[in-house]
């Protein structure tokens, strides 16, 4: 089994794996959002190369708990990736993940221009890796 965790963005799509005993999650790739959906079939050759069996997609929910336009928007886009793919696809609360992806990178020293082409896909894998340790662990 081996999952994959999805940091849903309009601009930018981060993706990270888990290793093939889902114990870890590891970040991949950032993937830019393209008005001709190419992005769509990277993720579909991504999963394919992967062997992926699982999608983890990370909801934006407001701090109060509540689903606001962007939730839906994630839940819209998802909806086309369940077609695309016909795999399995579970919602996963990511508030506050691009944040501490933020800080991580600040911590290591990571420059803004840098950071910004690796954020993404360390926000997939901190999804990612919550729902490892809390599903399966």
Known sequence: MRIM????????????????????????ETIQVTSDNSHMQRIKEVAQAYSITHIV???PYNMDGSLGESARNVMQWT????????LPVEFWDERLSTSEAHDLLL???VN??????LVD?????????????????
């Open 5 to 28: 965790g999805i940091d849903y963005g309009t601009k930018r799509i981060g993706i990270a794996i888990s290793d093939p005993k889902c114990t870890m999650a590891l970040p991949l």
């Open 57 to 59: 997609v990370g909801l």
């Open 79 to 86: 909806e086309q990736l369940n077609k695309l793919l016909e």
């Open 107 to 109: 911590d290591i020293d």
């Open 112 to 117: 803004g221009r840098k950071r910004k082409k």
């Open 121 to 137: 896909k360390i926000a997939a894998s901190i999804i990612l890796k919550e729902y490892i340790d809390t599903r399966l662990s």
